[in-house]
């Protein structure tokens, strides 16, 4: 058992927080923000991540997990500090350290000799070095900088965390990274000892070609649609290849999160200043840019003019089992039907309100008397409605599938014109075609 400390109680300091006391430490969480930790302390999770609150709650009953939002309180004795604070987007895409900054100014006031300092937070490589120089430059002490980036998945955190692909420990100094395994002993997942520029990178790296997997299979889907193709029989073809592997190549309109679009720009950033530009990169965020509009381009094709049209969206979160909206292409696909002049209606399971759009709890609600759908998130509840729902609640039952969730073979002999990502659209039945244009 360590006695730890976490800066920060965004998503990463939350969840590693409190994953870190369910492995048996005593963790102390801390953040400025008062009524965050208040609510903290009350038991009440701020996040929806699918099993983070009653982890948190027994943690908190066991006495294993604290809330403060006094440094000196939570570093006191601590033999570990984790710096999982954000890292937000700079103008010019790069990140902003200054909040990481902060907290290392922060804690140079409180610690003991020998501390160890692990960032989680989400940092350009070179991050490291530079935390060194912050905190030599304010504490006579001796201290030691891991870098330990998280690859925690919004939706499936705690599995991502106890059962993750790989540990990364970016250390110069050996016994600090030893530490670090001694914290992490419990879990059996696969160590990666290295140095803390390579760790930072393989974030950056591993988030930057993830991206690029799903802009690549964005790329085929259009052209599948101009030729004829399948994208999802391409896809699935090509996942078989053990060397390409299955998962992201799922096409759709694009990606979104705290993560890949803010991670992309700043890896994209972090090449320019090495006068080495990372044109691939570059293309991987217009591609994504591009398809986040696809869903209106089809709309556009389809009625020429979307004014005065009663859209329903469904789905506002950026992927299912999340609340989050930040970067959410539905966000974006709201706003341009807006800019269009039609009249945009959302639904999500969770996300409950947004500042610029009615949103419902109700599918049924936002469907009827919808002239016509756009999914933008594949959550279960979208892509198990019947269709018959469509049939019933629509004037005229359109659906432009942003998530490829229902196959073009589900609409056989249906009264539902189907547009979906990389493969032919349905028209719907013949009597209906007559119809089909306004
Ligand atoms: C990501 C990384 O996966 C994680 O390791 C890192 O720590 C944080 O960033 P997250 O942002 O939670 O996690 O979501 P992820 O599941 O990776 O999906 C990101 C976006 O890509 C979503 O908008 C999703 O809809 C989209 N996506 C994903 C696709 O469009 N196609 C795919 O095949 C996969």
């Known amino acids: 058992m360590k006695k730890i400390a976490v800066i920060g109680t965004g998503y990463v300091g939350l969840v590693t927080g409190t994953c870190l006391a369910s492995l048996g430490h005593k963790v102390t969480c801390v953040d400025i923000d008062e009524k965050r930790i208040s609510s903290l302390q009350d038991g009440h999770c701020p996040l929806h991540e699918p099993g983070l609150s009653p982890l ?35 103008k010019d895409g790069s990140a902003d350290l200054s909040y990481v900054k902060n907290a290392i100014e922060n804690l140079s006031l409180y610690i003991n000799d020998g501390t160890l300092i692990i960032i989680k937070s989400t940092v350009p490589p070179g991050t490291n070095q530079k935390v060194r120089s912050w ?7 001796t201290f030691h900088v891991v870098s330990n ?10 599995n991502d965390f106890f059962y993750g692909d790989r540990i990364v420990i970016g250390s110069t ?19 990666l000892l290295t140095d803390p520029l390579s760790a930072e990178m393989i974030k950056y790296a591993s988030n930057a070609f993830l991206a690029t997997k799903i802009s690549f299979i964005n790329e085929i889907s259009s052209i599948c649609e101009k030729l004829g193709g399948d994208i999802e029989q391409v896809a699935q073809g090509m996942g078989m290849d053990s060397r390409i592997g299955e998962q992201f190549l799922r096409a759709g309109i694009g990606f979104g999160g705290s993560c890949f679009p803010k991670d992309t720009k700043a890896l994209v950033q972090v090449a320019k200043e090495t006068a080495h530009p990372f044109n691939l990169l570059s293309t991987v965020m217009d591609v994504n840019e591009r398809q986040k509009n696809l869903l209106i381009e089809k709309a556009l094709k389809r009625y020429g003019s979307l004014k005065g049209k009663n859209v329903a969206v469904l ?55 919808a002239d016509f759908a756009m999914i933008c998130t594949e959550w279960s509840s979208i892509c198990d409605l019947s269709l018959d729902v469509y049939e019933t609640t629509m004037k005229r039952a359109v659906l432009f ?18 547009h979906s990502v990389g493969r032919q659209a349905y028209e719907g039945l013949r009597e209906n075609k007559k119809t089909h244009k306004h």
Do not use: W
């Not at 959302?346 to 419902?360: E, G, L, M, T």
């Not at 609409?411 to 014109?417: L, S, Y």
């Open 149 to 158: 980036p998280e690859f925690l998945r919004e939706g499936s955190a705690l």
């Open 56 to 90: 948190m709650q027994s943690n908190l009953l066991e006495n294993r997990l604290q809330f403060t939002t006094v440094l000196e309180e939570a570093v006191q004795g601590a033999e570990a500090i984790f710096i999982a604070v954000g890292t937000p987007e700079n």
């Open 315 to 369: 789905g506002l979160a950026f992927k299912p089992n999340t609340d989050d909206i930040r970067e959410s292409p539905a966000v974006s696909l709201i706003q341009r039907l807006q800019q269009l002049e039609a009249n945009p209606t959302a639904y999500d399971p969770v996300v409950k309100s947004i500042p610029f759009c009615p949103v419902s709890d109700s599918i049924h609600e936002v469907l009827t008397g």
């Open 173 to 191: 100094d050996s016994k600090a990274g030893q530490f670090l395994e001694e914290i992490y002993s419990k879990l059996k997942t696969p160590r």
């Open 135 to 141: 905190m030599q430059a304010r504490s006579e002490r």
């Open 401 to 418: 599938d942003g998530r490829n969730c229902y196959a073009p073979e589900d609409f056989e002999g249906r009264n539902i014109e189907y």
